[in-house]
């Protein structure tokens, strides 16, 4: 079981930048594919970026260019840099962990259902 938590949402003009944190408990972090989704209200989740064990990156084509995910398995921390944000990426933000069933599959790496463990969320706004 891992357990993870996010934290450095808020509130942000348009253009702005955030940095989103997400500190998980399991010891083997770095064997894990990471991904972050997001969920705005009325709206299904959908992925946002995902990172692998061996450091490879996807993301989606709304954020690409403007976001860029990381982690340090170290510090067992995943994170997600939000760069000249939009009003568009108001959304509640959750961290998760990919099942390892899906290990080596790098088609669909943005797949909610894929994902197996999930944090609780912190809340992104964009203001205009």
């Known amino acids: 079981q891992v357990q993870m938590e996010e934290s450095g949402g808020g509130s942000v003009q348009a253009g702005g930048s955030l940095r989103l944190s997400c500190e998980a408990s399991e010891y083997s972090f770095g064997s894990y594919c990471m991904g972050w989704f997001r969920q705005a209200p009325g709206k299904a989740r959908e992925g946002v970026a995902s990172i692998d064990s061996d450091g490879s990156t996807s993301y989606a084509d709304s954020v690409r260019g403007r976001f860029t995910i990381s982690r340090d398995n170290a510090r067992t921390t995943l994170y997600l840099e939000m760069n000249s944000v939009k009003p568009e990426d108001t959304a509640m933000y959750y961290c998760?962990?990919?099942?390892?069933?899906?290990?080596?599959?790098?088609?669909?790496?943005?797949?909610?259902?894929?994902?197996?463990?999930w944090g609780q969320g912190t809340q992104v706004t964009v203001s205009s």
């Open positions: 998760a962990a990919r099942d390892m069933v899906w290990a080596g599959n790098d088609r669909t790496p943005l797949n909610v259902p894929e994902y197996r463990y």
